[in-house]
């Protein structure tokens, strides 16, 4: 699996799951509390605390959210290794996407608590699987381009990053 690709169906995985896990908690929907004025400030938090980490490990610009996620895997990736198959990686982000919004729903249905925090988690997902499809996507691109190869995902832990490994000649998906 390429890593646009990859990029690009979990970032696609994180918006569902934000947007269902905010629609989910909406103020005054299936719960109510007070304070939903305050889950935009922790998109910020959670996005500046990446940006932050991202600056300080990797010495990214505060101003480059697609070398935020990508800095490290690009920088550390592999050749030789091999590839992950598309189909079981597609199924495993879409499985767990799945699983967490009825894991989450069920919650807020049976529980009507934690809404703050459920709604303010599924901005910032969603707001995370934005810089991961776009911005992170189009930085891979581009390095791929200017180093005449493509990057493929090589392992996937359950956290964190994948490893990366990478093959010289851009197949025909180097436009993904």
């Avoid at 979990?10 to 109510?32: F, K």
Wanted: with cysteine.
């Amino acid at each position: 699996m390429t890593y646009r690709a990859y990029l690009a169906l979990e970032g696609g995985c994180s918006i569902v799951l934000g947007v269902a896990l905010a629609l989910l908690a909406a103020p005054g929907l299936l719960v109510d509390y007070d304070g939903a004025w305050a889950a935009p400030l922790v998109v910020v938090a959670v996005l500046g605390a990446i940006a932050v980490h991202a600056a300080v490990r990797r010495g990214v610009p505060l101003a480059a959210p697609g070398r935020w996620l990508t800095e490290h895997p690009l920088t550390t990736a592999r050749p030789g290794l091999p590839a992950l198959p598309c189909g079981p990686v597609r199924r495993r982000l879409l499985v767990e996407t799945a699983v967490w919004v009825v894991a989450v729903g069920a919650w807020v249905l049976l529980a009507r608590q934690s809404g703050f925090l459920i709604f303010s988690t599924g901005l910032a997902s969603a707001a995370f699987g934005l810089v991961q499809a776009f911005p992170a996507r189009a930085r891979v691109r581009a390095a791929d381009r200017a180093l005449g190869r493509e990057h493929l995902v090589a392992r996937r832990p359950g956290l964190g990053t994948p490893e990366l490994t990478h093959r010289d000649g851009l197949s025909r998906t180097a436009g993904n």
